[in-house]
């Protein structure tokens, strides 16, 4: 448990917090509107339900205020690199925005069902109550409307109308339809599956979040849900009064025998939302105008196993180690943005990414370039963008681990190092990189190679062989390729990549690896940095667990993984 803090006690305290709001919210509403006065004709006629459907709406609006927050990239790289009191802790948790933003949908998710189960038996009940004749409270209170047209407590005044004439004709009922439809298509397009394999269908059906902030703003402005005014308290409180409606007499003398007056809860879920949905227009107008800025490719160049390398040029761009682009391609699809890491150097007069395939967009690209028509395709960038990458030279040890094309991120990281080795950089904190690639097949290597072949050389010029230690995982072979390595086992080059480095065949074993870097590092605090699937993150934080010591003068092991 001690381990664990180490990397998540601020992570847990603002999880901790969010959840308390939700709790105290939900509370506190659930018996405001369960014992209020002024809403005791109400629960007259809905009971309970009224109290469920108020307090899961408060929670609603609360979350809906937060839901767009993480996802303003801007604001996030505003926070992690100018703000001075954006330290490390707090850059770690502006890592984790995307899992924020989960956890804050399915809340909505989860309030959504609450809401709507509520009012479906409010409007049951307002039904019940306008078709009684038994002279009941409810029964009064609902032909109430018959007296005067604006001193109507249950909005059902027909016999002939239905729940589903409701749901379908009032604004309340209308736009709770739409929220909720709009809801579910975006939750269910959000699952991984769809995310990996239909790119197209999450990105379309996530903006129908639009929709939602639209309807959210209308739903509450028809006031359907009523409560007793405060004059009216003033003059006939129901505690004193309610007896009267259902007994009175014709030649009523008694203070009570007025009919109370009721007034509408009115719409505040403007009020919750507005800021956060004015900074992300902000937001968006701001990457409309970046995205506008003249971009110019200025070279082309196709890696084995199928990889793109774009190198661009853009006015006024700067970048930092391991940040990412949003990339859009008019010539394919005018509306789809996405996310690409650098793999340039800041010191470099151009910025790169690396292309593979990974659905029907990026294979579009990467047909569309290599067709080498006279023009080249017009290519829109926004960005840059902070990630976790960026914090690399923030500790003294550092293990980089990537897997496959989540490499790229650390190609921007060692491009740096070696331009700082050239220049004799004597700020450069870090003093010793470990850096992890695993692979599938020996052609994802070959783009790779002759950076680590030159940052080798440089750092050996340098007298600094040690500051980087790599090794390179092969996870998957053919009998061919295992023969041939065991046929030159004494050579001095590794027969799969040319470095003096040997490949290694199969997985790493964490636990050794992290051992090892704590018995040469006793006393560092190390980032851990990864690139790579979920499966393989869950490992490395288990060891960051393991191998950190709650020991201040002991060993540490922070974990930092790439998330958009």
């Not at 309610?242 to 007025?258: G, I, M, N, P, R």
């Not at 050389?457 to 998957?476: C, H, I, P, V, W």
């Not at 480095?501 to 190390?526: D, L, Y």
Request: aromatic share 14%.
């Amino acid at each position: 448990m001690g381990n664990w803090l180490v990397n998540h006690w601020f992570s847990a305290t603002v999880l901790a917090a969010w959840l308390g709001i939700n709790i105290f919210l939900f509370t506190y509403y659930f018996l405001f509107f369960d014992r209020d006065e002024r809403y005791f004709y109400t629960r007259a006629i809905l009971g309970s339900a009224l109290a469920w459907a108020r307090a899961s709406a408060k929670c609603l609006n609360f979350n809906s205020m937060l839901i767009l927050l993480p996802v303003c990239r801007n604001l996030l790289s505003f926070l992690r690199g100018t703000c001075s009191c954006c330290r490390r802790t707090l850059r770690k948790q502006l890592d984790h925005n995307l899992t924020f933003h989960k956890l804050v949908a399915y809340a909505l998710a989860l309030f959504t069902a609450v809401h709507t189960i509520a009012h479906l038996f409010n409007l049951e009940r307002y039904n019940h109550s306008q078709q009684a004749t038994d002279g009941s409270l409810a029964a009064v209170l609902s032909k109430m409307h018959l007296q005067s047209s604006d001193k109507w407590l249950n909005p059902i005044h027909s016999n002939q109308t239905t729940v589903e004439y409701v749901a379908f004709t009032t604004i309340p009922g209308l736009t709770g339809v739409i929220i909720t439809l709009a809801l579910i298509l975006m939750v269910t397009s959000s699952t991984e599956f769809i995310r990996r394999n239909y790119f197209e269908v999450f990105w379309y059906t996530h903006h129908l979040f639009l929709i939602y902030f639209a309807g959210l703003v209308i739903h509450g402005i028809a006031g359907l849900v009523r409560g007793q005014t405060e004059e009216s308290m003033e003059e006939v409180h129901p505690h004193r009064c309610a007896h009267y409606l259902v007994h009175k007499d014709e030649d009523c003398s008694h203070d009570c025998c007025k009919v109370p007056e009721f007034g509408s809860i009115p719409a505040e879920s403007w009020k919750w939302v507005l800021a956060p949905v004015l900074l992300y227009i902000f937001e968006r107008i701001l990457r409309i105008w970046r995205a506008q800025q003249k971009v110019v490719v200025t070279k082309v160049v196709m890696h084995p196993a199928r990889v793109l390398e774009l190198q661009m040029q853009k006015k006024g761009f700067r970048m930092e180690v391991g940040q990412y682009i949003f990339v859009n391609c008019p010539a394919i699809s005018l509306l789809e943005w996405h996310p690409f890491t650098l793999t340039s150097a800041p010191e470099e007069d151009f910025f790169s990414i690396h292309i593979r395939v990974a659905g029907d967009w990026t294979e579009r690209l990467i047909d569309t370039f290599q067709q080498q028509k006279p023009e080249m395709p017009r290519i829109e960038v926004d960005g840059p963008f902070g990630t976790a990458s960026e914090d690399v030279f923030q500790y003294e040890v550092a293990m980089l681990v990537g897997a496959g094309i989540g490499v790229t991120p650390f190609a921007s990281i060692l491009k740096s190092i070696w331009y700082k080795f050239q220049q004799a950089d004597q700020t450069l904190k870090t003093k010793k990189i470990y850096f992890y690639w695993l692979c599938r097949d020996t052609g994802a290597f070959a783009w790779f190679n002759d950076l680590l072949a030159s940052l080798e050389q440089k750092m050996a010029e340098s007298g600094k062989a040690d500051f980087l230690t790599y090794r390179l995982f092969l996870t998957g072979w053919d009998t061919s390729i295992a023969n041939n390595v065991a046929l030159h086992f004494d050579t001095a080059t590794d027969t799969v990549t040319g470095l003096r480095h040997k490949t290694i065949f199969g997985r790493p074993m964490w636990n050794n690896e992290f051992a090892a870097v704590a018995a040469a590092h006793p006393r560092s605090v190390v980032g851990v940095f990864l690139c790579g699937p979920g499966a393989l993150a869950k490992s490395l934080q288990k060891s960051c667990h393991q191998h950190s010591s709650l020991d201040p003068r002991k060993v540490k092991f922070y974990f930092n993984k790439e998330n958009f």
